[in-house]
């Protein structure tokens, strides 16, 4: 042991030290600190568009951002931009400054809004909702309203081969499914066309994606822009019951997750890590084919994350929280309706404040009439 | 309108012209030929669908993708078909501080097409394009590789007729 | 009369021919440079010039090259960014097709001075005539044994590849540049690693704007302390200036860096003054992303000095009430332009140009531009002024590459100094939307 630590790089992150392989990233860094203290889950940073599982991916969406407050021990100057903690590397002594500084999550509400200015709001009939890394990331630093008033972006659904489905209305661009095409399948058909906020994942003209590993694309995508056809408006992943089974197959690990609703089995996916990163691709044989029980042997319940909501409600009485510990979460997790808004009671406050928001209508419609 | 290809190969001139632009690049590295074999395509058969897109990808041994893709970040390929004679011009500031918004309005008025639009007689394309550097000699469009700059209301009229003739 | 470093022999009747330039002391640096210097003797002469990068930033060019990495038996390349696509910005264009000869004296001397032996100069697509111009000059040269293979008889081999771009602003940024050079989308790439280590094909590269590279052959003729010795400060030599909008005279002129603002606008050697019977309203100063100057900053510091024009004194101030030298794009504004109406225009240009590719710059920038439009066409309301602050804030410095601030500066830069203008639009909406319209309220003009 000894001998060994003099290799690794010691950083602080939110006040937290922790000694890192050389190379090792911000974003890895503080993982490792979730991962070895799960209370502290929370100081790590959001990732939309990095995956550690594919090359390339990260430093696009932003959403990981953090202050750099000393570089190294060797030049302990703050770095003067924050910079994307998924693909920036440690350096000893260096200081990371994440949850603790307002800066950094002003920066992130702002990411959250940009996101879902184009974003269309329709949770409610989206098969993504309930393991959505968008929703989690605009519950956990978003803002509870919106400045946005401008139109939003639309297109049309295309079906991609005969499993997946391509909502780009909900895409956000990160662009794990092109590097899940370039890397794990031998000849890439879809990919982003155009550009700035009018780019969009296609196949160009229609193509259907068509290879034996197209529908991990589903797996890896963080909204609900790539959706599995066989799965569709079958039910809220809240409603369903993950259970790990695996079979021999001849293309892939044949490593997944069983998604029942009693014992019927309505999906089938990768197995995800703590961070929504599938562990091993699947097939699309393993995925879109083999939906009986009598396919796989099982191996258990897939642990869920408490915070997640597939968690709630569930069946497994001996992880159901004591009043107490679920009072004390809440207390700890408890934040402020984040809406810098100043509330008001006064009638006449309310009142004036309405004719004030009705002037810009006012306004269009004195316009209308004066043109 | 420009004639949908429909035998999709080079010219032999213009294959020439290819391997010779291939030829540049360190081996193994003839993807980045993409743009400049572009252009050529495009002037062959005046836009780029998908058959020309394909051949190009089979030349320069990529996936369709790719040049699909790149074609459609760069605003100069032409993606759908367009006229004898692509006007592209250009709105950005400097130009409009001469007068170039009043001049772009006379010209629509004289071809009747908005941007994006293709006279019927298949002759003038209309694009609206940002800088093309020229802002010293605004206001300016591009046909081709000509630009046509200090333009007035008499300047585009004389243009378009003798472009028409 | 000032200096001329780039632009002395730029009116000579055929100086785009080989023979014509050859007459006027031309690729005698070339000889210079490779007979009778090693390629360090001549990055310390660009070191010593104090050179600044001309497309923008500003950044030594000598130092730059310094940081080039020089791993054994990897190529290196020299890339020129040719790409000038920024509004108010035609200098490039201007030099590249009156006297090409002078870009390739200056990309072989700095090939040379870089070990790099096969060289690239990136041109905008749009500019097809000026690559078929700079590609005969190639010809010529090669032909005349200035390129190619042993050149000169020294064993230096330079091949120099005119690449055409396809219409896309971000590729003047040097990594989309370089992307776009290996046949892909104009996607900025994060940094580090910095194309100086990893650049065009995984290897080293140096990317130079064409004015920065044509500087190269004067300074080897003269010596880089003699370059030094003009301009003023760190603001060495002599800088295009790209002159458009309300003046007399719109064009490219060569100032010694430290001329005066008010010089370069009124006298006649340069803009020739306003546009007859109007006055000076507003300045941009270093093309469309650097931030608006109203009249009464323009030729006074906020300290009450002389305004030069070099890169401290157009920064002096900071963003509150100075601006930048840029990429040297001269636009003036008269009392008849309407700020938010140009704002709207610059944000409707970055909206467009962006790569789409973080997620601040593509939503944010559309953002920007859609309630621009509000405001200019007579739908805004008093909340958006402040929102259009805020959105520029959280684009600036949250992006991959400068393109995002490139687009909030405008934005901020107009609403700090014109906010009147902003605000009589959303209270006159019916007024400030007829054709001609603009704010005559209580502004300086000069």
């Known amino acids: 042991m000894e001998d060994i630590k003099p290799q690794l790089v010691k950083i602080t992150f939110d006040g937290i030290e922790v000694e890192v392989e050389p190379g090792t990233t911000i974003m890895q860094a503080a993982r490792k600190i979730a991962e070895a203290d799960e209370s502290q889950a929370a100081l790590v940073p959001p990732a939309m568009c990095y995956y550690k599982p594919l090359n390339a991916s990260g430093g696009k969406c932003r959403a990981c951002l953090v202050k750099v407050a000393q570089g190294s021990a060797k030049d302990p100057r703050p770095m003067p931009k924050l910079v994307p903690s998924c693909i920036t590397q440690v350096q000893e002594g260096m200081v990371v400054e994440n949850t603790t500084n307002r800066g950094v999550l002003d920066t992130r509400k702002s990411i959250v809004e940009f996101l879902l200015i184009n974003h269309p709001l329709d949770c409610p009939i989206c098969d993504q909702a309930g393991e959505c890394h968008l929703q989690d990331f605009a519950f956990e630093h978003g803002s509870a309203k919106t400045r946005y008033e401008e139109e939003r972006r639309t297109f049309d659904k295309i079906d991609i081969g005969p499993h997946v489905q391509l909502h780009m209305t909900r895409c956000i661009l990160c662009y794990r499914c092109v590097y899940t095409a370039d890397q794990i399948t031998d000849k890439r058909v879809h990919g982003v066309m155009n550009r700035g ?73 990768a197995r995800k890590n703590t961070w929504g990163e599938v562990n091993d691709f699947i097939c699309n044989t393993c995925r879109f084919d083999k939906k009986k029980t009598s396919d796989w042997v099982l191996e258990g319940p897939t642990k869920v994350k408490r915070s997640s909501v597939i968690s709630a409600n569930k069946y497994r009485a001996d992880l159901v929280k004591k009043p107490d510990f679920a009072l004390k979460l809440a207390a700890s997790q408890y934040k402020p309706v984040d809406d810098d808004r100043a509330y008001v009671t006064d009638e006449d406050t309310i009142r004036q404040q309405s004719i004030e928001n009705n002037d810009k209508a006012n306004h269009r419609s004195l316009l209308a009439k004066n043109n | 309108m420009t004639e949908t290809p429909n035998l999709v190969a080079f010219t032999p001139e213009r294959l020439e012209k290819v391997k010779e632009i291939i030829a540049r690049y360190p081996e193994g590295r003839q993807k980045s030929a993409l743009l400049p074999v572009l252009h050529v395509a495009q002037e062959q058969w005046g836009w780029l669908n998908s058959e020309v897109m394909d051949y190009v990808a089979g030349i320069l041994s990529i996936q369709p993708v790719e040049v699909y893709e790149v074609a459609s970040f760069y605003t100069m390929y032409h993606l759908d078909p367009v006229g004898k004679h692509v006007i592209e011009y250009c709105r950005t500031g400097p130009c409009c501080l001469m007068g170039g918004e009043d001049v772009y309005g006379h010209l629509k008025q004289k071809l009747g097409v908005e941007a994006g639009q293709t006279t019927a007689d298949g002759l003038f394309t209309l694009k609206e394009v940002e800088c093309l550097a020229a802002c010293g000699w605004g206001p300016v469009f591009q046909i081709r590789e000509q630009f046509y700059m200090n333009l007035t209301n008499d300047k585009v009229d004389q243009i378009i007729e003798d472009l028409s003739k | 009369m000032a200096k001329k470093i780039l632009t002395e022999h730029i009116n000579v009747p055929g100086i785009e021919t080989f023979d014509v330039y050859r007459k006027q002391g031309g690729y005698t640096a070339v000889e210079k440079a490779i007979k009778t210097m090693t390629p360090e003797e001549v990055v310390e002469e660009a070191k010593k010039s104090g050179v600044r990068g001309r497309g923008g930033a500003g950044f030594p060019m000598g130092m730059k090259w310094g940081f080039l990495a020089k791993p054994e038996g990897v190529p290196r390349y020299l890339v020129c960014n040719a790409d000038e696509s920024e509004p108010g910005t035609f200098k490039d264009h201007h030099l590249m097709k009156s006297i090409p000869h002078l870009l390739i004296e200056g990309m072989i001397i700095s090939s040379y001075a870089l070990g790099a032996n096969k060289s690239f100069i990136y041109v905008r697509g749009e500019l097809m005539y000026v690559i078929r111009i700079l590609e005969k000059a190639i010809e010529e040269a090669k032909a005349q044994g200035f390129l190619g293979k042993n050149i000169l008889g020294s064993g230096y081999d330079l091949e120099l590849i005119v690449q055409p771009g396809g219409g896309a602003y971000i590729c003047g940024e040097e990594t989309a540049l370089l992307e776009s050079l290996e046949g892909k989308r104009g996607n900025p790439r994060n940094k580090p690693p910095f194309p100086a280590v990893k650049g065009l094909y995984q290897s080293p590269t140096v990317v130079n704007n064409v004015e920065s590279i044509a500087n190269m052959s004067w300074i080897i003729n003269n010596g880089g302390d003699a370059y030094a010795a003009i301009g003023i400060g760190r603001s060495t030599g002599t800088k295009l200036i790209s002159a458009s909008g309300h003046i007399e005279k719109p064009g490219v002129y060569e100032i010694e860096l430290g001329v005066s603002v008010e010089e370069f606008l009124n006298s006649d050697e340069y803009c020739g003054g306003i546009r007859k019977g109007h006055h000076l309203k507003a300045l941009v100063a270093g093309g469309s992303s650097v931030p608006i100057l109203p009249a009464h900053l323009i030729m006074k510091t906020a300290n009450g000095e002389d305004r030069l024009m070099s890169y401290e004194s157009l920064s002096d101030g900071g963003f509150a009430t100075g601006t930048m030298l840029g990429s040297g794009g001269f636009i003036v504004f008269d009392e008849t332009a309407c700020i938010v109406r140009n704002t709207w225009n610059f944000s409707r240009f970055y909206h467009h140009e962006s790569c789409g590719q973080c997620s601040p710059c593509r939503e944010g920038t559309g953002w920007m531009e859609k309630v621009l439009h509000r405001i200019e066409h007579g739908h805004g309301s008093m909340h958006d002024v402040d929102l259009l602050v805020d959105i520029s804030k959280k684009i600036e410095g949250n992006t991959i590459c400068p393109l995002g601030d490139a687009a909030a500066w405008p934005v901020a830069s107009a609403i700090r100094h014109f906010r009147d203008e902003f605000v009589w639009h959303i209270t006159n909406p019916h007024e400030a939307t007829q054709p001609g319209a603009v704010y005559r309220g209580e502004m300086e003009l000069a």
């Open chain 1, 197 to 269: 906020d009018a780019s969009e994942i296609s196949t160009y003209i229609e193509k259907a994606i068509d290879n034996d590993f197209s529908g991990n694309v589903i797996d890896v995508c963080p909204v609900g822009a790539l959706t599995d056809k066989t799965f569709r408006f079958k039910q809220r992943v809240w409603f369903t019951k993950p259970e790990d089974a695996h079979r021999d197959c001849d293309k892939c690990c044949g490593k997944v997750t069983l998604w029942y609703r009693g014992d019927e089995v309505l999906r089938v996916t």
